[in-house]
């Protein structure tokens, strides 16, 4: 499975952005799609994550009613919709995929990985 993600930029603090990955390839195999982050100097963490049918999701406390992921099967995408951003935000954003969903996932529990797209929150 490959995974191309889309969406970061440069926003003000209380903006917001959208961000899209869409599989390819084998996407049929994949259950789980989901949203970490990484900031300078600090591991990557666990955003939000979806199951195959949309029904389940689960959300980092920190972006608990500030982000909503949200996926289209026949699009093979998954997005993670970002409202009212704070500099503390600021990170490369990763999508994942994986055959497995779990809640509370971490970086482990996801086999297939895009390349990042950064998302910067001025103050």
């Known amino acids: 499975v490959q995974l191309q993600a889309s969406g970061g930029g440069l926003v003000q603090a209380g903006g917001s952005l959208r961000l899209s990955c869409e599989a390819s390839?084998?996407?049929?195999?994949?259950?789980?799609m989901g949203w970490f982050r990484q900031a300078p100097g600090k591991e990557r963490e666990f955003v939000a994550t979806i199951s195959w049918s949309g029904a389940v999701t689960y959300y980092a406390e920190a972006v608990k009613g500030r982000f909503t992921i949200s996926r289209n099967n026949a699009k093979n995408t998954v997005y993670l919709q970002m409202n009212s951003l704070t500099p503390e935000d600021t990170a490369v954003y990763y999508c994942?995929?994986?055959?497995?969903?779990?809640?509370?996932?971490?970086?482990?529990?996801?086999?297939?990985w895009g390349q990042g797209t950064l998302v910067t929150v001025s103050s």
């Open positions: 994942a995929a994986d055959r497995k969903f779990y809640s509370d996932p971490g970086p482990a529990d996801f086999g297939s």
């Open positions: 390839g084998s996407s049929f195999s994949i259950n789980a």
